[in-house]
């Protein structure tokens, strides 16, 4: 597995802040704030840095007894989208509610004990949409 996540890292630190392609014409890995109904969610691509941090705190999670809840409208977490499978990640990997779910093949649930949810929260203000942020922290319960 750590040949597969340096493999990941190498290829996200090649894409760029502003595109989701890196500059081979790849897809990257990008980061979606799952929060708007009926128009486009926020997206970005993330930083080496950044990376290293999500690549890390996305090993080694204990499996989750039940999948995330879903909630129809507003805030849903996060969505990882990685087409190319970089890193022998899933495909699709939503962060939500303290559960990681990745879907491959199959869905795999993990707990969120690295707190990648609220990590990405923090992206969300860095990268512009601190609005929208403080909206959704507003609306968690308290730990």
Known sequence: IPGKIWTLLA??????AS????????TAVIVEL?????????????????SMELLHALQDLPPADQPSRKNGLGYRGFVLCNPDRVGGLAPHIRIYGGIV??????????????DIEHRLLLQASQNGYKTIVEG???GMPDP
Request: aromatic share 6%; net charge negative; glycine share 4%.
């Open 19 to 26: 595109s989701p392609e890196n500059s081979n014409g790849e």
């Open 34 to 50: 799952d929060v708007f109904s009926g128009r486009p969610n926020p997206t970005w691509s993330v930083s080496a840095e950044r």
């Open 11 to 16: 290829i996200m630190a090649l894409s760029s």
């Open 136 to 138: 959704v922290l507003a």
């Open 101 to 114: 779910t990745m879907t491959d093949d199959r869905v795999q649930s993990y707990r969120d004990v690295h």
